[in-house]
Structures are given as structure tokens and as C-alpha cells.
């Protein structure tokens, strides 16, 4: 970090249709941020920015209000709702120039902002790049989300996606972060493995997770497919692979099947006519054309790899 001593930091928090919390959530953040300053752990010009994601209650004027009242309190407005991920990259690439570390952080605070202090020391002392707040348990899900959650985490780390076990979005980053991030041109955000995938040193540290303050989540179970399903779509072509693989399979159970077929035909008994001229070609056309499609898959997957324009290397330090 270019700024050892009092980092400046931004405390991003992405808001959606928030009225029932924010009031509560901006308190509490400024508090948070301004014993962060006298304690001179923080720059006094660090600073909350609230991006309003299209909300359609009074969001925004609450966060305009604020801004007007406190020098440390900014605001976003987005033209629409254009999601989570890319309310946070909004504010992340607003104050990219503007602070040493971010801190990213939801609207209902349900996260728990004491173990931030330790990650800042982390940045300072030990020069992490990345700290990855995570859940050390889920107690304040339904049954439905726990199960769900788990599933998808170990999903994604079967598919070989580089994701941190029950990290949502509540990390610090520092400036370097923001300005690499930048390079990562990819419309299908999903920011949660895009950090991994950046590199650097990083380290989790692990908190319970309250629940929501007030209002309700904005994230229904459609949404939360989407999502799970943008992570999974965003960074893996294993289900591509596993049609080639599953191709493979069925032709060469084909084969084996054909030879099967045509010794039934010349020396078992009771062949119909007309049988091993029609069971054939459905085993070994149906092995052709799975597998086939499976190699088309693989240049689909290569195609979608050289769409997204990820830089193909990250260069950290130079002497
Ligand atoms: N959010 C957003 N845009 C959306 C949905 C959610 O900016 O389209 C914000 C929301 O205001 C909150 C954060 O993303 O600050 C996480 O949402 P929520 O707490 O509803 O998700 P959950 O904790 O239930 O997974
Ligand atoms: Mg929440």
C-alpha cells in the first residue's frame, strides 16, 4: 500500500430499495469511520459512498440529505436497477483515485463491521491486498438458504471456480485492487471470483453474520439462481468438458454395442430382420453427435475465454 500510515479509506455501500434501513446504516457507518479517525488508524478524509441502485422508495433523498449534511458522506445514483454486483463496481470505480483502501459492505448491515479494524491492520502491517471477510457459520438463515448456500459454494469449487468458502461481498481492498480491476472488461459480473483470480496476498478472517437490521432481503430466490447461476456460467467451462467427456462415453459404449449387435445378428438366435441395420446407427450416431458436441462446446469455451478480455497476466512489482 502507498499509504502506510492513516489510509485514506471508502466505505462502499450498494443500496437498493433501503428507506427502513439506511437512516440507521449511515449512523452507524459514520460512527464506525469517525472512531477510525480519532483513533488515527484511518485518514480523516476517509469517506462512506452510498451508490442508490435504482431504488424506486426514498433511498436516494435519504442519502442526499446526508450527503449534504456530513463532507464525509457521498452518493451514486444509478439511471436503474442494474444489480448488486455492478452497483458495487460503480462505486468502486468512482473512488479508485480517491482513497487507499475500500471497503465494500451491504446496505443492512448484517455484516459485522468490528472485524474491519483487524483487516486494516492486516493491509498495514502484514501488506495484504485483499482481505476476505467470511461467515464462520450461517445460524441466522432459514433451513432453505443454508442448504442452498452450501450447495453452491461446494458446486463452484467442483467446477474448479477459485472461490472463497462463504465470502459474499464484504472485503477490503486497496487502491491497487481498484486499478487492476479496471482491465477486467467482463459484462457477466461476478465479483466474488474475480478477486481471486487477480491474485496478490490475501487473507480471510472470519465473523458471524447478524441479521438484516430492518427490511427485507433483495435478493429472492430468482435472484438468487441468477446469481449462482452468473457464477457458475462467469467462470467455468467444466459443463462444456463434461459434454466431451459424456460424448466420449456413450461412443465408446457404441462401439462395443455395435460389435455386440452384429454378433447377435450372424450367430445369436431369433434376430428380427432388420434389427442390427436399425440398432446401430442409434448407438454409435447418438455417441457421434454428443460427442461432437462436446468439441463444439470446447470452442464455444475458447471463444468465451477470449471474449471477456481478462488481462492474461497481472504484473505486482517491478525492480
Ligand atoms: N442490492 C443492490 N441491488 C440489487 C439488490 C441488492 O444494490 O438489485 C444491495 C442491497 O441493498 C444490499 C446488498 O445489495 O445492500 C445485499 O442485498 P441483501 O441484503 O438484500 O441480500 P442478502 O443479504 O439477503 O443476501
Ligand atoms: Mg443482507
Known amino acids: 500500500m502507498e499509504n502506510k500510515n492513516n489510509p485514506k479509506i471508502a466505505v462502499v455501500v450498494p443500496c437498493y430499495n433501503e428507506e427502513e434501513v439506511l437512516p440507521e446504516t449511515i449512523e452507524v457507518l459514520s460512527v464506525f469511520i469517525l472512531d477510525l479517525m480519532n483513533r488515527n488508524i484511518v485518514s480523516e478524509r476517509s469517506f462512506l459512498i452510498f451508490i442508490d441502485d435504482g431504488s424506486k422508495d426514498k433511498t436516494w433523498n435519504i442519502i442526499e440529505t446526508a450527503a449534504k449534511k456530513s463532507n464525509n458522506i457521498k452518493g451514486i445514483k444509478l ?5 448488486h454486483q455492478f452497483a458495487l463496481l460503480a462505486g468502486m470505480e468512482r473512488i ?8 465494500t459492505i451491504d446496505a443492512d448491515l448484517q455484516d459485522e463491521i468490528s472485524v474491519v479494524e483487524k483487516g486494516i491492520e492486516k493491509m498495514v502491517n502484514d501488506g495484504c491486498d485483499i482481505i476476505y471477510f467470511a461467515r464462520r457459520e450461517r445460524k441466522t438463515d432459514s433451513l432453505f438458504k443454508k442448504v442452498t448456500a452450501i450447495l453452491f459454494y461446494k458446486i463452484m ?11 459474499a461481498d464484504f472485503r477490503l481492498v486497496t487502491k491497487r485492487i481498484l486499478q487492476e480491476l479496471i482491465s477486467f472488461k467482463e459484462v457477466n459480473l461476478f465479483l466474488r471470483a474475480m478477486l481471486p483470480i487477480m491474485g ?3 487473507e480471510i478472517i472470519y465473523y458471524d453474520r447478524k441479521e438484516r437490521l430492518a427490511g427485507v432481503s433483495k435478493y429472492p430466490f430468482r435472484k438468487m439462481l441468477a446469481f449462482a447461476w452468473e457464477g457458475i456460467t462467469s467462470f467455468s467451462v467444466a459443463p462444456l468438458r463434461f459434454i466431451t467427456i ?5 461412443f465408446f459404449f457404441s462401439i462395443i454395442m455395435g460389435f455386440y449387435t452384429l454378433f447377435e445378428k450372424f450367430f445369436g438366435h431369433g434376430v428380427v430382420p432388420g434389427w442390427a441395420s436399425v ?7 447418438g455417441g457421434i453427435m454428443i460427442f461432437s458436441l462436446g468439441i463444439v462446446g470446447e470452442y464455444i469455451g475458447k471463444i468465451y475465454k477470449e471474449v471477456k478480455r481478462r488481462p492474461r497476466y497481472i504484473v ?3 525492480v
Open 316 to 318: 505486482e512489482k517491478e
Open 157 to 167: 469449487i467442483l467446477l474448479g471456480v477459485d472461490i472463497v468458502y462463504n465470502h
Open 79 to 83: 439511471s436503474r436497477n442494474f444489480g
Open 200 to 202: 496478490f496476498k490475501s
Open 246 to 250: 459424456l460424448g466420449f462415453a456413450v
Open 279 to 285: 440398432v446401430i446407427p442409434i448407438y454409435v450416431l
Open 96 to 103: 479508485k483515485d480517491d482513497c487507499d483502501i475500500a471497503l
